[in-house]
């Protein structure tokens, strides 16, 4: 029983670790969330999905698959907050979503820290590519729209690397996980 739980905790923090999500967000300086009290998505829809890994991809059929997720994510996570979504009124603000999957590499070659110059004689080599790494990225970006100024004030980028092969569940808790990040990083109080 002890090893089936060591085992269980052991794959949990594999897979906690697999999934890092970088977030940053930037907030207009001369808005403040203190009037804030009602939300609701953008007129024009929830959200917009862009791929870009390859010429013949299609975000269409992306988009119908994570739509439902990334709406049932943002708003479990608002329902949270202080804010509430709004009734058929005018919200105070507005969100909409973009999704981005893209290719990411990073490579590194043999020399390429050292200086240009090498002061101790090490006889100039030619570099040759030591580590390369070809990844799916996908972003999740989240705006707030004041609708009284009529712009953004506030937006919120979630990153991370996806493994192609893992399954829609997996891809679906990242999903719920930079919901979560994006809108813990709004500046509401409770």
């Known amino acids: 029983m002890k090893k089936a ?15 890092k999500i970088s977030t940053r ?14 939300w609701a998505w953008t007129p024009a829809g929830a ?12 975000a269409a059929p992306v988009k119908k698959r994570i739509d439902p997720v990334v709406i049932d994510a943002v708003a479990r996570e608002l329902d949270k907050t202080r804010l ?20 990411g590499m990073d490579a590194q070659v043999v020399g390429q820290f050292l200086p240009p110059i090498t002061a101790w004689g090490v006889p100039p080599f030619v570099a040759a590519t030591q580590s390369l790494s070809i990844v799916t990225r996908g972003s999740l970006v989240l705006d707030v729209t004041s609708t009284s100024l009529g712009r953004v004030v506030w937006r919120g980028v979630a ?4 493994d192609s092969a893992e399954t829609d569940a997996e891809r679906d808790r990242i999903i719920r996980d930079a919901a979560h990040e994006l809108v813990k990083r709004l500046p509401l109080k409770k």
């Open 25 to 38: 967000a930037e907030l207009d300086p001369k808005f403040t969330f203190a009037g804030v009290r009602t």
């Open 159 to 162: 990153q991370s690397d996806l």
């Open 84 to 103: 509430t979504r709004a009734p058929a009124g005018a919200p105070d603000v507005t969100l909409h979503y973009y999704v981005l999957v893209t290719v």
């Open 5 to 19: 739980l060591l085992a269980l905790w052991l794959c949990t923090v594999v897979v906690l670790q697999a999934a």
């Open 47 to 58: 959200g917009d999905v862009y791929t870009a890994r390859s010429s013949e991809d299609e």
